[in-house]
């Protein structure tokens, strides 16, 4: 294309040029998209189906002649090709530093294996097609590149069009969700692999030595970017974000290794893909990208790309014995990754509920399956009009229908695709763990940042923690200005508010870039602004889209340096006590003393104290499940300190221990064989079995009759232990009898309010936990 002519001004009586009527057709794309979608999205329906739909609208519209003429004038193919280019690039960028690398590694088999059961299922079933089609549209040479066409195009997934349907269902953070992400990548990849290799192979020229070229220039561009990411920070470190400037020339950098791939008639996308894979995922550098990309991409740039696939649509040139060929082509090319996707979850043993969207949703075609049909058409001497529009046609309409249906076996089995994992107690360690922490400050970020590193363990252990900053919103400002031209924290960034103060998302960011230098941990962090009286609600929302299993609120006092506390607002306590009655999933409160209480120095071996008080129901049981997590932690001395009704007929909670021959302990447990207090006694029997017997955990037991006693208790083993953890414990129990007598915050439960109270002579740390309530639960544990 005339670099001359890219920004060339209307010639003549024209008043638009191709330029113009490209970026009006964008904006009918976005416009018409948003129609669609306010329709489709109730009924479950994702946004590229939307925009699809809008391109084929726009598409449509063309068989008008004047608007044939607006839109497809001459050079206008050149403008697209170029701008499909531009962003091509930027998704694709983004699409590598959004991707979870530790999912990947730990699933790399399963994506593999399928991967190559679709494409050889779809490569069993195409080649008696090909016969047919061979025979039908007339070919004559060039079977091979016919053959390869065919197969990548209509075998592929299109890797965009499912991470955005996945992210509008809110399965990004599922494992079912991050599956189909990964294997519609590697599909994808695997078929520009195969493409390009085949193509340098006939062409018999430079291009396999290019390729290698390219793949050390790319190499280079990564240490590049490793480089920067690590500088540019330095440079100012009193900054939250880089620089436009800065963050531009990593752009720069991306641009020229693409157009210059691209030059040799080799497709950039697997090379940007893995420049963004391999970008530091932690820092300054890190945040600053995936912020000013994420919503840019994902709101417009996405959708036009969506667009501009289903504007391709056309079936002028088709006749009616060709709309039945169309119709084979798309039942074949949605039967073959079924088979193929369906053996290989049978292999794997993947749960059945999950079998069939898989599949249907790697079905989703577009995106490269387009740039490789239109790429080296000097050895594809069988492309005429016909087999393009049949091809093009026949991506959308399985796309479409890959959508539809994927949307609509998510509304017949909602229930299989929800959130299972809400609470702890039937969680096992072995699983992915996936925590919230919620913070609305520096101070509370250090101290919950801290609880992450103990509960971390074992590097071996998955374990996925967000942080999400509170910022919130308030009712009235001095400035004028409008809220996205403040900063994060709601601070003028031209003169500044002085009631704001310091700034506290430096800060934070500064805590978190520490903590991940320090013990490998990548934290994800969340930014919510909200008005405060609906805080609660979006936190709730949180909690299920990212789909953990616990959130951790800050306690609304924090201790001061003469170890007294000091009030943050009502405001906090308010939001704390709407979280515990709404979250659908389990919920803790961290009353930090980072003075007095529990820290983890990060980067030195100092060990930490920590009690687990257990009184029974069903949130010491869930304050004892996530004590698991403590446990393979080098840095934790977990003690267990159950307490027993003095008057009970238990003579010993935990009796002598007998060992079998299979040197398998067997607890001997004597009591009422009530429901509730069998369940604790089941739950605790297999905590002792597991931990306590093999030296990893100590184990006392405490009797006592009344609250009298056990406040005691509470006191005397107050400075041994820089923590408790402790569940909420609703209801009345005698040995807590009297204790709320000088409750302050009855939120903390009975025995958390004693130990969150500065009026006592405890020093520790507490997190008080309250256990999600499943429907059964209620039946079971009031």
């Known amino acids: 294309m005339d670099p001359n002519m890219l920004f060339c001004l209307p010639e003549g009586d024209a008043l638009f040029n191709p330029l113009n009527t490209m970026f009006i057709q964008m904006a009918c794309i976005l416009v018409f998209s948003q129609f669609f979608y306010l329709f489709l999205k109730p009924c479950g329906?994702?946004?590229?189906?939307?925009?699809?739909?809008?391109?084929?609208?726009?598409?449509?519209?063309?068989?008008?002649?004047k608007v044939h003429d607006f839109f497809l004038q001459k050079e206008s193919a050149s403008y697209y090709i170029f701008f499909s280019f531009l962003l091509r690039t930027c998704f694709m960028f983004l699409i590598g530093l959004e991707l979870d690398l530790d999912f990947i590694k730990r699933n790399l088999k399963n994506s593999i294996l399928i991967t190559f059961g679709s494409?050889?299922?779809?490569?069993?079933?195409?080649?008696?097609?090909?016969?047919?089609?061979?025979?039908?549209?007339?070919?004559?040479?060039?079977?091979?590149?016919?053959?390869?066409?065919?197969?990548?195009?209509?075998?592929?997934?299109?890797?965009?069009?499912?991470?955005?349907?996945?992210?509008?269902?809110?399965?990004?953070?599922?494992?079912?969700?991050?599956?189909?992400?990964?294997?519609?990548?590697?599909?994808?990849?695997?078929?520009?692999?195969?493409?390009?290799?085949?193509?340098?192979?006939?062409?018999?020229?430079?291009?396999?030595?290019?390729?290698?070229?390219?793949?050390?220039?790319?190499?280079?561009?990564?240490?590049?970017?490793?480089?920067?990411?690590?500088?540019?920070?330095?440079?100012?470190?009193k900054e939250k974000y880089l620089s436009?400037?800065?963050?531009?020339?990593?752009?720069?950098?991306?641009?020229?290794?693409?157009?210059?791939?691209?030059?040799?008639?080799?497709?950039?996308?697997?090379?940007?893909?893995?420049?963004?894979?391999?970008f530091p995922r932690e820092g300054k550098t890190y945040r600053t990208l995936i912020n000013r990309l994420s919503y840019p991409i994902h709101e417009f740039v996405l959708p036009v790309y969506f667009g501009y696939i289903g504007f391709r649509f056309s079936v002028s040139s088709l006749t009616r014995r060709h709309y039945l060929v169309l119709g084979m082509t798309v039942a074949l090319s949605i039967v073959g990754k079924l088979l193929g996707v369906l053996c290989a979850c049978s292999f794997l043993k993947i749960p059945k509920k999950y079998w069939l969207f898989l599949s249907i949703v790697l079905s989703s075609k577009g995106h490269m399956g387009?740039?490789?049909?239109?790429?080296?058409?000097?050895?594809?001497?069988?492309?005429?009009?016909?087999?393009?529009?049949?091809?093009?046609?026949?991506?959308?309409?399985?796309?479409?229908?890959?959508?539809?249906?994927?949307?609509?076996?998510?509304?017949?089995?909602?229930?299989?695709?929800?959130?299972?994992?809400?609470?702890?107690?039937?969680?096992?360690?072995?699983?992915?763990?996936?925590?919230?922490?919620?913070?609305?400050?520096?101070?509370?970020?250090?101290?919950?940042i801290s609880l992450?590193?103990?509960?971390?363990?074992?590097?071996?252990?998955?374990?996925?923690?967000?942080?999400?900053?509170?910022?919130?919103?308030?009712?009235?400002?001095?400035?004028?200005?409008?809220?996205?031209?403040?900063?994060?924290d709601g601070v003028n960034s031209i003169g500044g508010d002085d009631e704001f103060g310091t700034n506290e998302g430096l800060e934070i960011n500064d805590s978190i870039d520490s903590f991940t230098r320090d013990r490998?941990?990548?934290?994800?962090?969340?930014?919510?602004?909200?008005?405060?009286?609906?805080?609660?609600?979006?936190?709730?929302?949180?909690?299920?889209?990212?789909?953990?299993?616990?959130?951790?609120?800050?306690?609304?006092?924090?201790?001061?340096?003469?170890?007294?506390?000091?009030?943050?607002?009502?405001?906090?306590?308010?939001?704390?006590?709407?979280?515990?009655?709404?979250?659908?999933?389990?919920?803790?409160?961290?009353?930090?003393?980072?003075?007095?209480?529990?820290?983890?120095?990060?980067?030195?071996?100092?060990v930490q104290h920590v009690a687990a008080l257990f009184f029974g129901g069903p949130d010491d049981r869930e304050a004892l499940s996530l004590c698991h997590w403590l446990t393979s932690n080098s840095q934790i001395h977990l003690t267990i300190i159950q307490f027993v009704p003095d008057g009970s007929k238990t003579e010993k909670l935990v009796g002598d221990a007998v060992t079998k021959e299979n040197n398998e302990v067997l607890l001997e447990i004597v009591g009422e064989d009530h429901t509730k207090d069998e369940i604790d006694r089941r739950f605790?029997?297999?905590?002792?079995?597991?931990?306590?017997?093999?030296?990893?955990?100590?184990?006392?037991?405490?009797?006592?009759?009344?609250?009298?006693?056990?406040?005691?208790?509470?006191?005397?083993i107050g400075e041994m232990y820089s923590l408790f953890v402790v569940g909420k414990n609703r209801g009345d129990n005698p040995m807590t009898s009297g204790m709320n007598d000088w409750e302050e915050c009855p939120e903390l439960g009975t025995v958390g309010d004693f130990l969150a109270s500065s009026n006592m002579d405890v020093n520790a740390s507490v997190l008080v936990v309250q256990r999600h309530r499943h429907s059964f639960d209620s039946f079971v544990d009031e």
Request: with cysteine.
């Open 520 to 606: 490998k941990i990548m934290v994800r962090q969340v930014k919510l602004v909200a008005q405060m009286e609906n805080m609660h609600e979006e936190i709730c929302d949180g909690t299920e889209d990212l789909r953990v299993s616990i959130v951790f609120l800050p306690f609304h006092k924090h201790q001061r340096i003469d170890g007294k506390t000091t009030n943050d607002g009502e405001a906090f306590r308010d939001m704390n006590r709407k979280v515990l009655k709404q979250a659908q999933c389990s919920v803790g409160i961290f009353v930090d003393r980072n003075i007095t209480g529990f820290h983890q120095l990060h980067g030195f071996d100092s």
């Open 119 to 237: 494409l050889l299922s779809c490569g069993i079933i195409w080649i008696p097609f090909l016969w047919f089609l061979v025979h039908f549209l007339h070919i004559k040479q060039d079977f091979l590149t016919f053959y390869l066409a065919f197969l990548v195009t209509l075998s592929n997934t299109a890797s965009p069009v499912v991470i955005r349907s996945i992210i509008d269902w809110k399965l990004h953070t599922s494992e079912i969700g991050r599956l189909a992400i990964s294997c519609g990548l590697f599909i994808e990849i695997t078929n520009i692999f195969l493409y390009t290799f085949v193509v340098s192979y006939i062409s018999r020229e430079t291009m396999s030595g290019d390729i290698f070229g390219y793949i050390v220039a790319t190499g280079v561009i990564i240490l590049i970017n490793r480089f920067l990411a690590e500088w540019l920070p330095k440079r100012n470190p």
């Open 452 to 488: 992450v590193s103990a509960l971390h363990g074992a590097s071996s252990s998955l374990f996925t923690p967000y942080l999400m900053h509170l910022i919130p919103l308030p009712k009235k400002r001095k400035t004028e200005l409008l809220y996205h031209e403040l900063d994060e």
């Open 244 to 278: 436009k400037a800065e963050t531009l020339a990593f752009f720069i950098l991306i641009l020229i290794i693409a157009s210059t791939i691209e030059s040799s008639n080799i497709n950039s996308t697997v090379f940007v893909f893995f420049i963004g894979l391999l």
């Open 45 to 65: 329906q994702a946004g590229p189906v939307a925009q699809i739909l809008a391109g084929i609208v726009l598409s449509l519209l063309t068989i008008i002649q």
């Open 684 to 716: 605790l029997e297999e905590f002792y079995n597991r931990f306590v017997t093999t030296g990893q955990v100590g184990f006392i037991e405490k009797r006592v009759s009344n609250g009298v006693q056990t406040v005691t208790i509470l006191r005397e």
């Open 370 to 448: 387009l740039v490789l049909l239109d790429s080296n058409l000097v050895y594809k001497k069988w492309f005429t009009p016909i087999i393009h529009d049949m091809f093009v046609a026949s991506l959308i309409i399985t796309t479409l229908l890959s959508g539809v249906l994927s949307s609509i076996i998510l509304r017949t089995q909602e229930k299989g695709f929800s959130h299972q994992k809400t609470s702890l107690e039937y969680h096992d360690t072995k699983d992915e763990l996936r925590v919230l922490t919620c913070v609305y400050g520096v101070r509370q970020a250090r101290g919950l």
